[in-house]
Structure formats: C-alpha cells, structure tokens
C-alpha cells in the first residue's frame, strides 16, 4: 500500500536555527502537502507542492516527484515554530484519499 | 470566507454508548467533506469522504459510519462505541479537482471508557 515516511521523527532547535523536514513516498503523488499540527492537535495547511519549489514566509518546499520525496526547510525557526509537521499526498487524481506520514515534532527553544 | 465547526469540542463516553459528532461548512458549495481519526500518538487516518449530497465513500473500517444529510452538514455516527474509537476526529474539506488543499476543523477530542 502507499506509504509516507518522514524524517527525522523529532527536532530540538534553539531559535535563530534552520531545519530541514524530509517526506519520501512510496507512490507517484497527484497532490502533495504540508500541514501544521498544533500541539493541541489543530491542523493548518502550509503549502500545497506537488513538484518544484514553493515558498511562504520563512517555510521552502521542494518536491522532487521523479524520486518521490518532499523537503520542507524552515528558516530562522522561533518557538511559535514548535509543533508536529505532517506530510500527505493524494496519490489518485480528485483530492479522495489523502495519505498522511508519521510526522516530524519540532521543538524550537528560546 | 469558508469556516468550518466542528462540535462537539471533546466528549468522554462510556464504552456501548452511541455517538454522533458534527461537521458545517460555511462559504462553499458543494465541497469535497472528509472525516480523519488519529490515535493517541498515531498517524491521521482517512475514514470518509463525500463529493455530493447522500453519497459517502468509506476508506477505512472503523465500526463508525458517516452521512452527508446536506451539502454543507458531514455527520459521524456509530450506534456502540469501542474503547478502539478513543483519538481525535478531524472534518475537512477540500474543493473537487486534484490539485487542491485540504482545509481542517478545529477537531473533537473524544475519550471512551
């Protein structure tokens, strides 16, 4: 079955850091996205990238769909930052199954 | 602008006990509706979906079931609930097309025991 995996599982930061969150799929993906998790479990789309680079704000996202991975670079992290990053693709055209990773938690300290 | 609620925001149920957890979406029509669960610690899993009005497509077997009595009203239901069910259910809803983003409620928080 269609798998994501991301990597690493955590981060710890000290502000002012960078960080790079790794997505790998295991299926071509017709949709690919970017979502924040609250620690209190509220989810917010960041981007929505399924080939090339996008940006907003300080969050970079690079899909290289040939070799089904996904990069999602925060830069200059603060502790508002902290929180779990998921990963999801849509591997069938029309938005019906959206398949989520495991997540990366990030914890940025001041 | 879209809004989505979500209700109720957590409930703690007994173990047999019937459930139903609400979904509106306002500002959209006829939008792609969705219901995900996620275990404690667990990855979010897609139980339904629906494009239209009276059609609901279930992804994962769960015991629980989903109706879509109005195009902006997703409904999630089971007659007997399982300690299994105890996570966090999320509505979303998304317009038709491929290419398009996933936008989540605020979440309902339900503990069984």
């Known amino acids: 079955g269609q798998q994501v995996q991301q990597s690493p599982a955590s981060l710890v930061l000290q502000e002012g850091e960078n960080a790079e969150l790794q997505c790998n799929f295991s299926s071509t993906a017709t949709q690919l996205q970017w979502f924040y998790q609250s620690p209190g479990g509220s989810l917010v789309s960041l981007l929505s990238n399924p080939s090339g680079t996008k940006h907003t704000g300080r969050l970079t996202s690079t899909t290289v769909t040939k070799e089904r991975r996904s990069s999602l670079h925060i830069s200059s992290s603060q502790t508002t930052d902290s929180g779990t990053y998921l990963c999801?693709?849509?591997?069938?055209?029309?938005?019906?199954?959206?398949?989520f990773g495991t997540g990366t938690t990030v914890s940025v300290s001041p | 602008a879209q809004t989505i609620h979500q209700w109720p925001v957590a409930e703690i149920k007994a173990v047999g006990s019937p459930l139903s957890l609400g979904c509106t979406i306002k500002g959209k029509s006829s939008p792609n509706l969705y219901w995900y669960w996620q275990a404690t610690g667990g990855t979010l899993q897609q139980l339904f979906y629906s494009i239209t009005v009276g059609q609901v497509e279930s992804v994962v077997q769960l015991n629980l079931s989903a109706s879509r009595p109005k195009d902006d009203q997703f409904i999630l239901s089971t007659e007997k609930l399982l300690l299994s069910h105890s996570g966090f259910y999320l509505c979303?809803?998304?317009?038709?097309?491929?290419?398009?983003?996933?936008?989540f409620g605020a979440g309902t928080r339900l503990s069984v025991l």
């Open positions: 999801a693709i849509d591997p069938y055209q029309g938005g019906r199954a959206l398949i």
């Open positions: 979303a809803w998304s317009l038709r097309g491929s290419q398009n983003t996933l936008y």
